[in-house]
């Protein structure tokens, strides 16, 4: 059945294609392929509540959805900030924002017929295919850098039961591996974002953002493989095809500085992106230095009149504590940085105090504990208990 309300075109070579959930990249170059929808959507006729509530946005056939309710994720208020508001994508059903893709790539995948999914990962798209694909009854292959996933992530992929490769490199390695069975073997299919149908779930984040409070003027993201900038950024174009908005908002990515290739481009006006090849941060989902998407980024940032931004992991650490200090709410290093983020871009002028600005914290903060309980003070002898509160109480 041929979907006509849009096609898929390549971001390089600019050939189309009819809607396929099978072509994951350009059958011609290899380039990534986006998919342009074209439907006409009525907002005010949704119904249901997450992701699903958008499926007239989404183009495909599913025969079979794969959910587990995700999306519909709270937008809290800053406590300190008028104008700031944080999108806590933790709250999604395996943790991350990447339920919200994986519910659609695994919902082509079980309409497809495929037995066996495959992806590389630092840790989040592992847990989440894991547990969708789980539901689905298909099995789950997974690419591991060794030693460099988050115990949490960890140990959600192990606990739905997905087969797990480690591989001596970084997650860049392990993303090749995926890349070469994904051409030599036809038995699998990739649920990395480089997958296009995987973006078109995580879309939907932008969707609920403008129900809720309207069009931001900034949002900020943590970029990694650089695919949920994209996805959010065209979630805010769709609306405005649709007439409903009139601008898109800023998009801005945050890089940690030892693995900044985004960062590094858009900051310093660079001809060509130079990829990192040994990539080093403690926010390991955004510790990516060939990121995938780095084309569809590029345009969402140049698109919105965005920006980018990197900060190093001590200025991460103080956003993870700012945010679970001061508003009480704990995310994962990645999220954290869009806290830091925020301050440096209000602090040189680029963003004023009355823009409305949506910070996407994207994973949650249970997923990565182990640098916390490296401080060595944070018992008290119980016979300082006294003391402590006379202290407090004034
Ligand atoms: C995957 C992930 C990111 C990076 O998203 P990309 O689409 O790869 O840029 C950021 N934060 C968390 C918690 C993630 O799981
Ligand atoms: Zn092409």
Redesign the pocket.
């Known amino acids: 059945m041929i979907d006509k309300h849009g096609f898929m075109k390549c971001i390089s070579c600019s050939s189309t294609f009819n809607i396929d959930q099978n072509l994951i990249v350009c059958p011609k170059c290899g380039g990534l392929l986006e998919i342009i929808n074209e439907k006409e959507v009525d907002i005010k006729k949704l119904k249901g509540k997450g992701v699903w509530r958008y499926k007239d946005f989404i183009p495909g056939n599913y025969n079979k959805i794969i959910s587990l309710n995700e999306g519909n994720t709270p937008l809290i208020k800053s406590k300190r900030f008028e104008n700031l508001f944080f999108k806590f994508?933790?709250l999604n059903p395996t943790g991350?924002?990447?339920d919200r893709g994986m519910t659609i790539a695994i919902s082509s995948a079980a309409s497809l017929k495929y037995k066996i999914v495959v992806a590389a990962s630092?840790?989040?798209?592992a847990a989440s295919a894991s547990a969708y694909a789980a539901r689905a009854g298909i099995k789950t292959i997974l690419f591991l850098p060794k030693g460099k996933v988050a115990k949490g992530k960890l140990f959600q992929s192990i606990l739905h039961g997905a087969y797990i490769v480690e591989i001596n490199g970084s997650f860049d390695d392990a993303m090749d591996k995926i890349k070469k069975l994904f051409n030599e073997n036809k038995d699998v299919y990739p649920v990395n974002?480089f997958n296009p149908w995987r973006l078109e779930g995580?879309k939907t984040i932008a969707f609920e953002i403008f129900e809720e409070i309207g069009n931001p003027d900034f949002i900020i993201?943590?970029?990694?493989?650089?695919?949920?900038?994209?996805?959010i950024w065209k979630g805010f174009k769709e609306l405005m095809n649709l007439g409903l908005i009139e601008k898109i908002p800023k998009m801005i990515a945050v890089q940690s500085s030892g693995s900044s290739p985004i960062a590094d481009y858009i900051m310093g006006n660079k001809e060509k992106i130079e990829f990192v090849e040994n990539p080093e941060t403690l926010?390991t989902?955004?510790r990516?230095g060939k990121?995938v998407?780095y084309m569809k980024?590029l345009k969402a940032i140049k698109d919105s009149n965005g920006y980018a931004i990197k900060l190093d992991d001590k200025e991460i650490i103080e956003g993870q504590k700012e945010l679970a200090r001061e508003e009480g709410i704990g995310?994962?290093l990645?999220?954290a940085s869009t806290m830091k983020a925020y301050h440096k871009l209000l602090d040189n002028g680029y963003i004023n105090k009355n823009d409305k600005v949506v910070l996407i914290l994207?994973?949650h903060a249970l997923?990565d504990p182990n640098i916390w309980f490296e401080e060595e003070t944070y018992s008290i002898p119980p016979s300082d208990v006294e003391v402590l509160i006379n202290k407090l109480k004034i």
């Open positions: 994508e933790g991350s924002f990447k630092t840790g989040n798209t974002s995580q993201v943590p970029t990694g493989n650089a695919g949920n900038i994209y996805a926010a989902a955004i990516i990121p998407n980024a995310v994962e990645a999220s994207t994973g997923k």
